[in-house]
């Protein structure tokens, strides 16, 4: 597609178009994923964050936010609950906390990795040294996902305080990518000071990095930070997004985000129409679910994770697709297996 193609995709009222797009997409996931709908299983094991980008509920200088961490004991039990769910992929994530240090990561993956030898390890960490991905690899994890949050160099400036640096942000996911991890970049749609030309340069950065999975949600404004006066993304330009995404990137996984979930009440059921294949439920214990607040009202924080998943599977069953339990690797890194349509 070029430029122009792509920016009027972006920025269209034309109804007709815009469902030709999304039938478009539908038709290139189901040609490399069937019409499964893959589950990861959500650890938000903390909330403390050395960072303090404008956008984000658990930003440094938020001091009106109630910090939680997990041990090591307290993730291997929500691994524990989701395997017994049976989910086959354990998501990792949290602030960028320097409290777990390499050597703690290290050895929550290696207790995760002896227990659940079958399962993938994927972790969501932000931004760290080569030596200590090369370590998390080795340890036993298999995917790592790090949102680029935008591929624009003066749009980044407008999010992120001066030390954070969008060239480092882009070298980390190129590192990760060489040592072998299966990467998920990703951004937001939406956020203050966007423009369709900032989206154009997000998916020509995704067609350069190839990543396995990218995780694209609106944005949506978090009490108590710089960006809590701004309105939130829309749904209509997020799914164009997503589509865009699944055209460009034909193998590659994208989750109907909690976020899309969030700003209307069947948007993952939109974003899986138009292209998205992945699900991730939360595995974090119920009584933290509402402090891992990225963003304002965040849906799936009361619910025990038996009961977002019969929910989830009941959503992506209604909207004509097929919940599957399969570790679900990406076709960017797997391309020779072949999914039986269900
Ligand atoms: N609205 C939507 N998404 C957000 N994230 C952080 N803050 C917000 C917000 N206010 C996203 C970022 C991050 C991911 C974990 O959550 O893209 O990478
Ligand atoms: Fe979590 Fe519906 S998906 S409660």
Redesign the pocket.
């Known amino acids: 597609m070029t430029d122009a193609e792509i920016l009027h995709y972006i920025t269209t009222d034309d109804r007709a178009e815009a469902e030709a797009l999304y039938a478009g997409a539908r038709a290139v996931r189901e040609k490399h994923y069937g019409t499964d709908v893959y589950f990861r299983g959500l650890i938000e094991f903390t909330s403390y964050c050395k960072n303090n980008c404008f956008y984000c509920g658990i930003r440094r200088d938020n001091a009106e936010t109630r910090r939680y961490r997990l041990s090591r004991e307290q993730i291997l039990e929500c691994c524990r609950t989701g395997n017994a769910l049976g989910f086959r992929t354990f998501v990792l994530q949290g602030g960028e906390d320097p409290y777990y240090t390499d050597e703690k990561m290290i050895g929550i993956i290696r207790a995760i990795r002896a227990e659940f030898p079958e399962h993938a390890i994927t972790l969501s960490i932000g931004e760290r040294s080569r030596e200590s991905y090369e370590a998390f690899y080795e340890a036993g994890a298999d995917r790592y996902l790090l949102r680029h949050e935008t591929a624009d160099e003066e749009h980044y400036r407008a999010m992120h305080p001066a030390e954070m640096k969008l060239s480092n942000r882009k070298e980390c996911l190129y590192t990760l990518r060489e040592i072998g991890f299966q990467v998920g970049a990703g951004f937001m749609v939406g956020t203050p000071f966007q423009t369709p030309e900032c989206l154009l340069e997000d998916l020509r950065f995704l067609e350069d990095l190839d990543p396995h999975m990218v995780g694209i949600g609106p944005f949506i404004p978090a009490s108590h930070t710089p960006f809590a006066g701004y309105p939130a993304g829309g749904e209509e330009r997020t799914l164009r997004m997503v589509a865009l995404t699944r055209l460009l990137l034909p193998r590659t996984l994208l989750p109907a985000t ?1 976020a899309l ?1 969030t700003l209307a009440g069947d948007g ?1 059921e939109k974003a899986l129409l138009a292209g998205a294949n992945v ?1 991730m ?2 595995l974090s214990p119920v009584d933290v679910r509402k402090l891992y607040s990225l963003y304002d009202n965040k ?2 924080t ?2 025990e994770a038996a ?6 599977s ?2 992506i069953k209604a909207t004509g697709f097929c919940p599957s339990m399969v570790r679900g690797d990406s076709r960017v890194a797997f391309p020779q297996i072949q999914t039986v349509p269900v």
Do not use: S
Request: glycine fraction near 12%.
């Open positions: 909690t979930g993952r699900v439920p939360n849906i799936c009361g619910d009961e977002c998943l019969r929910c989830m009941l959503r």
